[in-house]
């Protein structure tokens, strides 16, 4: 089944304890993105990347980092949490970067930074 | 935690009736719009996409209006139905790789 996941899916941590939620897309797809959504402010994107060692910054990535080593793989790190980073994170990824595509998102992962 | 659901415009139908859910778009140059419908629990779904060279698209149940003098983009549902509860997203592409997302309406269809 084609598809984008994500692990964890719900994830409780303390202020400046690093963590990753990892991602993975089974479709062969180049474009992945990050998002984070929260009320009243809509998805915003945080990085993407183009393709395989191509990553540039969305429209939030302060406190965030990415890589994308591989094709399918595309993790977001967070090397120091902190509680403004609550929030409902998706990662996404299309066929092409160009923008006119769809793009297919996974189940989200819940993140709560006390 | 906090549902998305919150602070978004809410659209309340009953089964049956056509349900239409609006979006005002930002970028004039914005070349490419996709609606996505996103369920309680659940990441977003690609309903219907329509590109700046045409004014209307239509799939199952589902009718895209694209008007691109007042930037305004709306999504028609036929005969809802309580499934089609959820958040809608309209987001539009106006540069290489960034899709920018409306804020989303929230659809309530009573039986």
């Known amino acids: 089944e084609a598809q984008v996941t994500q692990n964890p899916r719900y994830l409780i941590t303390v202020t400046g304890k690093k963590l990753t939620v990892t991602c993975s897309q089974n479709?062969?797809?180049?474009?992945m993105s990050w998002y984070r959504q929260d009320p009243g402010l809509g998805l915003r994107q945080i990085y993407y990347s183009m393709n395989v060692e191509v990553t540039d910054k969305g429209d939030v990535p302060e406190g965030y980092k990415v890589s994308r080593k591989e094709k399918r793989n595309f993790p977001l790190i967070l090397e120091s949490p902190s509680p403004n980073q609550t929030s409902l994170y998706f990662c996404?990824?299309?066929?092409?970067?160009?923008?006119?595509?769809?793009?297919?998102f996974g189940p989200g992962t819940r993140l709560t930074v006390l | 935690g906090e549902s998305v659901g919150l602070h978004l415009p809410t659209l309340s139908v009953q089964e049956g009736d056509n349900s239409i859910i609006n979006c005002a778009y930002s970028n004039s140059a914005s070349d490419y719009f996709i609606w996505y419908k996103q369920e309680s629990g659940k990441g977003p779904q690609f309903i219907i996409d329509?590109?700046?060279?045409?004014d209307k698209r239509q799939g199952q149940r589902v009718t895209v209006l694209l008007n691109k003098t007042v930037k305004h983009l709306s999504l028609q549902i036929a005969a809802t139905q309580p499934g089609d509860s959820a958040v809608y997203f309209c987001?539009?592409?106006?540069?290489?790789?960034?899709?920018?997302f409306g804020k989303g309406t929230m659809l309530l269809v009573s039986p």
């Open positions: 987001a539009e592409n106006s540069g290489y790789s960034t899709l920018t």
């Open positions: 479709m062969n797809h180049e474009y």
């Open positions: 329509i590109r700046s060279n045409m």
């Open positions: 996404a990824s299309s066929l092409s970067g160009q923008g006119r595509a769809e793009q297919f």
